[in-house]
């Protein structure tokens, strides 16, 4: 194992510029973290509070490689995915990042191509890498990937209009794995999936920590998904970080009147036991 992080976040703040009549917008502040290989890190927290913006900066996705395009900027701090500084990042290094980094988008299911197949789908990152690519040695893949997610081999033929959405969720999910990354980042991977599938995949995301030299970081409102899948959790609160640890110790003992308010709401509630009155003894 590599004595350094796979990721490591220092301080960092992100903004959304002005535009128009619009003001600025900070999505980040000071959020500090470190992903060492084989962890899986869980972020919770509430919307609007930076969780999908993180991600896709993590992921090497969204940020503007020229001032005068759309986007969020790094304000402050830094955040370095594979020893690549994200806020100096430029197009080689965006592209080196995008490549070793798989990214799970929150609506990943809806971003499939529909004229194409499950299995141009899931091999559609490598012929964006290589045009070239021999078709049999990307068509194999994509049949290793549908295995991977659980999926049949049947749905290799299928279009995307043809599957429920946590088919396609998992479709989604084998294309982020197809290149075989290092590092997988997840937003909400169990969005829109119905119970009966849900466990499986809160199960393969699990099964991330067993594979050496792997780390991700799933972004997740699901308390299942942080429990059974991450070996640490950063809670997020209007862009600041409120709590970060493994999730049950975050929860039973908060720092933040957030956190304590998210561990109450949590909380079973308690059985009232009533008390039934005692029968008069006959006189």
């Known amino acids: 194992m590599s004595s350094n992080p796979a990721i490591t976040v220092s301080d960092l703040s992100v903004e959304y510029p002005a535009r128009g009549a619009s003001?600025?917008?900070?999505?980040?502040?000071?959020?500090?973290?470190?992903?060492?290989?084989?962890?899986?890190?869980?972020?919770?927290?509430?919307?609007?509070?930076?969780?999908?913006?993180?991600?896709?900066?993590?992921?090497?996705?969204?940020?503007?490689?020229?001032?005068?395009?759309p986007g969020p900027r790094i304000s402050g701090g830094d955040a370095s995915v594979l020893g690549h500084s994200m806020r100096k990042a430029r197009k080689r290094d965006i592209a080196e990042v995008t490549f070793h980094?798989?990214?799970?988008?929150?609506?990943?299911?809806?971003?499939?191509?529909?004229?194409?197949?499950?299995s141009q789908n899931v091999a559609l990152p490598i012929f964006e890498r290589d045009e070239h690519y021999s078709r049999r040695a990307a068509g194999e893949r994509s049949a290793t990937m549908l295995d991977t997610v659980h999926l049949p081999l049947s749905v290799l033929s299928k279009y995307p209009y043809e599957l429920s959405s946590g088919q396609r969720q998992r479709v989604a999910l084998a294309r982020a794995l197809v290149l075989g990354p290092s590092v997988l980042?997840?937003?909400?991977?169990?969005?829109?999936?119905d119970a009966t599938v849900r466990d499986a995949v809160i199960d393969l995301l699990g099964q991330l920590k067993d594979h050496a030299g792997f780390s991700a970081v799933i972004v997740s409102h699901d308390l299942s998904v942080l429990r059974r899948a991450t070996t640490k959790t950063v809670v997020l609160q209007g862009g600041r970080v409120?709590?970060?640890?493994?999730?049950?110790?975050?929860?039973a003992r908060p720092e933040h009147p957030f956190v304590a308010g998210l561990a109450k709401a949590l909380k079973p509630p308690q059985r009232r036991t009533e008390r039934r009155p005692q029968r008069a003894s006959a006189e």
Request: hydrophobic share 45%.
């Open 101 to 118: 980094v798989g990214y799970l988008a929150q609506d990943a299911a809806n971003t499939l191509e529909p004229s194409l197949t499950v």
């Open 23 to 69: 003001a600025s917008c900070v999505a980040l502040r000071g959020v500090s973290f470190q992903v060492q290989e084989g962890d899986v890190l869980g972020i919770l927290g509430e919307t609007g509070s930076g969780k999908s913006t993180l991600a896709a900066i993590l992921a090497g996705r969204g940020l503007p490689i020229r001032a005068s395009e």
């Open 242 to 251: 409120v709590g970060y640890g493994p999730i049950e110790d975050v929860l």
């Open 185 to 193: 980042i997840a937003d909400e991977p169990t969005a829109g999936i």
